[in-house]
């Protein structure tokens, strides 16, 4: 089984819909990550959290919100979907005293 | 925060080394620089990372140079299963003294049979 699972894998969603994404992960890792990617720009940081009290803004946080259900639960919330939200959302997580992240397989959610 | 520079695009013969370029002239002295892995549209892959020594792993190198300006990875045998998109990133920081990665937009490797 993987690491660091996410669902839905693929979603569409229509603009003002609300959805969340949910990432679980099994490393026992209390760090973990939600970032987008668009073609073009890289990977960018929306939300982080260094323990389940621990939550932070990244450099894209404006339309998103999270919530840190528990140590090894992330989920990110679109509360109203507008179409330059399309894009791959990747949750990461790693270890407090490592540095590198791992990542799950994405999922790719369409706004229409 | 320090960024990075690649090139967009390289090409390797399989079974060669792989030689992939970093530029990171404003890098600080107590910032890292991480390799990563994107195959196709997969989760990234961490690969290895460095401060100022030369690394080695069961996949890769990494040299950075003195001035730490700049470095290299190196995959010693590229296979097919190494064409990916491969990203240098240099750490900065969060608040206080953890760190965060900045992506850029990495470097293309097609490995040709």
């Known amino acids: 089984d993987a690491d660091v699972t996410q669902t839905p894998r693929n979603r569409i969603t229509k603009t003002g819909k609300r959805i969340m994404l949910e990432c679980s992960q099994t490393k026992g890792h209390d760090r973990m990550y939600w970032y987008r990617q668009d073609p073009g720009l890289g990977l960018r940081l929306i939300y982080y959290?260094?323990?389940?009290?621990?939550?932070n803004k990244g450099e894209i946080s404006d339309g998103y919100s999270v919530s840190r259900q528990a140590q090894a639960k992330f989920s990110l919330s679109l509360e109203s979907a507008i179409p330059n939200q399309t894009a791959l959302y990747f949750c990461?997580?790693?270890?407090?005293?490592?540095?590198?992240?791992?990542f799950g397989p994405g999922t790719r959610l369409t706004v229409t | 925060d320090a960024k990075t520079t690649q090139p967009p695009s390289m090409d390797c013969a399989e079974g060669r080394a792989a030689n992939l370029p970093c530029n990171h002239s404003?890098?600080?002295?107590?910032?890292?620089v991480y390799w990563y892995r994107q195959i196709h549209s997969q989760g990234p892959q961490y690969i290895i990372h460095?401060?100022?020594?030369?690394e080695t792993n069961e996949m890769a190198s990494l040299i950075i140079t003195e001035d730490r300006k700049s470095s290299t990875l190196i995959l010693p045998h590229a296979t097919l299963r190494d064409t990916a998109v491969y990203y240098c990133i240099v750490s900065g920081l969060y608040a206080g003294n953890n760190r965060k990665l900045i992506w850029g937009l990495g470097t293309s490797l097609a490995v040709n049979p």
């Open positions: 990461a997580t790693s270890d407090t005293d490592r540095r590198e992240q791992y």
């Open positions: 460095g401060l100022k020594n030369n």
């Open positions: 959290s260094f323990d389940v009290k621990d939550i």
């Open positions: 404003t890098i600080s002295g107590n910032e890292y």
